[in-house]
């Protein structure tokens, strides 16, 4: 992988966490977001500092990605990618049926990292 692909990889990858945290933060509406949590077992106050969080830490990676690429942070997003998949897996199952596929585009993004990863401080 070249270093034109590495920041082509690395620019789709934080298109999807800067839009992911940008629509938790308020532009998907917050009670839809609030009821999906309430499914995963989370209310009230855990379930807002839940939501914050997560999406802040999206948008975190968001921007570690355009400006500090580095195995380490492709470790913890491929991580945190499962964590959410198996979190959505039990509480939302679901959305592994869905038409537009919000899970299973998670197995390309995890490919994706796998690659960012492998080729990451190499020289093209």
């Known amino acids: 992988m070249g270093k034109t692909d590495q920041r082509a990889a690395r620019l789709s990858l934080a298109v999807v966490w800067l839009a992911t945290g940008a629509l938790s933060l308020g532009i998907y509406p917050q009670a839809g977001s609030l009821l ?8 009230g106050d855990a379930a807002l500092f839940a939501l914050y969080l997560a999406a802040s830490m999206d948008v975190a990676l968001g921007l570690l990605t355009l400006f500090a690429p580095r195995k380490a942070l492709w470790q913890f997003q491929a991580a945190l990618i499962v964590v959410y998949t198996l979190v959505i897996s039990i509480g939302l199952p679901e959305f592994w049926l869905h038409p537009f596929g919000p899970v299973l ?3 390309p993004i995890l490919v994706l990292l796998g690659l960012l990863h492998k080729y990451e ?4």
């Not at 999906?36 to 209310?43: K, P, S, T």
């Not at 401080?121 to 093209?124: C, D, N, V």
């Open 36 to 43: 999906l949590l309430e499914r995963v077992g989370l209310q």
């Open 105 to 107: 585009k998670n197995l």
């Open 121 to 124: 401080g190499k020289p093209s």
